[in-house]
């Protein structure tokens, strides 16, 4: 089963969307199987990470932005090509083992939606499947 999302995002940051994901495994009624996660956009990823510290998402933006400043030589003329370069690093999908009809998260562990090119009206989509 397909869930699709959407959020408004500010110019940077992290958004929880485990609620969301937890929604559409149950809506699914998949017990076992798989769900994946998948944002379909150039600028922004999907990323599971801790979610009990909210230092820990400032912490990894402010990681990226180092990581991934924007440089007077790049040559995409929208000028977010560190947006691009984050989008990459952090990729477009991850995929969850399910059992019981839950993700399998550990303890600390949420899934998030990272903008990076903001702001935007965004869309991710949940895919659960049996198995």
Partial sequence: MLSVYSLQTGKEGLHD????????IKTSGVGAGLCIVYCPHTTAAVTINENADPDVAVDLLNGL??????????RHSEGNS????KSSC???SVTL?????????????????????????????VKTLEG
């Fill in 17 to 24: 969307i485990t609620p969301s994901v937890r929604e559409a």
């Fill in 65 to 74: 932005d180092k990581a991934f400043p924007d440089r007077s030589d790049f």
């Fill in 90 to 92: 952090l990729g477009a």
């Fill in 97 to 125: 083992i399910v059992e019981n009809g839950e993700p399998l998260l550990g303890t600390w562990q949420g899934v998030y939606f990272c903008e990076f090119d903001g702001p935007r009206r965004r869309t991710y989509q």
């Fill in 82 to 85: 560190s947006a691009h370069l």
